[in-house]
């Protein structure tokens, strides 16, 4: 299943896809992000992951043009206790090396308490990790 969000000028902002093989939600934002479209879109993922009974996602900013520090406070702050009661307990970021997306995402790995994450720069890297998640402690 795949969702798709749009702003009020009918560009797709984030696609959300459910992954049942890696057992994971991937979402991709793209363009400029609003912080009412980070958190329409943080919360339609997160629901989708408690949907799945998931536990990861997967979530790849390498399209978006711009920071997103305009919604930092509100993602560490709210959204991410609340996607750990979700089921969250981990998030692999997706970003472009040495741009506005990437800074912004260091900013949120270095905040975030409520789950682990991580940044990557390729997919493999990044669904490898998510998937050390499910294998046996």
């Given at each position: 299943m795949?969702?798709?969000?749009v702003?009020?000028f ?19 934002w793209?363009?400029?992000?609003t912080?009412?479209?980070?958190k329409?879109?943080?919360r339609?993922?997160?629901n989708?992951l ?6 990861c ?12 520090d305009?919604?930092?406070?509100w ?13 969250l ?7 472009n090396p ?8 260091s900013?949120?790995l ?5 789950f ?6 390729n ?13 046996p402690?």
């Amino acid at each position: 299943m795949t969702k798709e969000l749009v702003n009020p000028f009918g560009r797709v902002y984030l696609t959300i896809k459910e992954d049942p093989q890696h057992r994971l939600i991937y979402v991709n934002w793209m363009g400029y992000l609003t912080e009412e479209n980070i958190k329409t879109g943080a919360r339609a993922y997160t629901n989708a992951l408690a949907e799945a009974g998931f536990h990861c996602v997967l979530n790849d900013t390498r399209l978006i043009i711009g920071s997103w520090d305009h919604s930092m406070d509100w993602v560490v702050n709210d959204w991410a206790p609340n996607a750990a009661k979700a089921g969250l307990k981990r998030i692999a970021m997706l970003a472009n090396p040495e741009s506005l997306g990437e800074s912004s995402a260091s900013t949120f790995l270095s905040e975030v308490k409520a789950f682990e994450a991580k940044s990557f720069d390729n997919l493999d890297s990044a669904r490898k990790w998510l998937a050390g998640y499910y294998l046996p402690k």
